[in-house]
């Protein structure tokens, strides 16, 4: 069983910053790409960035320059750091994997359940 829990969510006012973490737990034997996606109230999920099992990285043009995706390998881990936040970046914030849990089975899709962030003007 594969689990991926975030952490780091919260209220901050305009202008903060915040730090997301996402743990991937349990059989796994590798981990493709990592990816930190978002939902508003009333609206479609979307992605805000995305990180490859290499490095190579890709965020959402309304967070470029403002967010950085990385990820430690070793950890399982993968993160979300927020400066410069706005109050249209107030979402809930879900972790995503394509994660294979045995060497012989493909990739699956995981996600986690998602930590609230808000800011406030």
């Known amino acids: 069983q594969v689990q991926l829990v975030e952490s780091g969510g919260g209220l901050v006012q305009a202008g903060g910053s915040l730090r997301l973490s996402c743990a991937a737990s349990?059989?796994?034997?590798?981990?493709?790409?990592m990816g930190w996606y978002r939902q508003a109230p009333g609206k479609q999920r979307e992605l805000v960035a995305l990180i490859t099992s290499s490095g190579s990285t890709n965020y959402a043009d309304s967070v470029k320059g403002r967010f950085t995706i990385s990820r430690d390998n070793a950890k399982n881990m993968a993160y979300l750091q927020m400066n410069s936040l706005k109050p249209e970046d107030t979402a809930v914030y879900y972790c995503?994997?394509?994660?294979?849990?045995?060497?012989?089975?493909?990739?699956?899709?995981?996600w986690g359940q998602g930590t609230q962030v808000t800011v406030s003007s």
């Open positions: 349990g059989s796994i034997f590798s981990i493709n790409a």
């Open positions: 995503n994997a394509g994660i294979r849990q045995w060497i012989w089975e493909g990739v699956d899709d995981y």
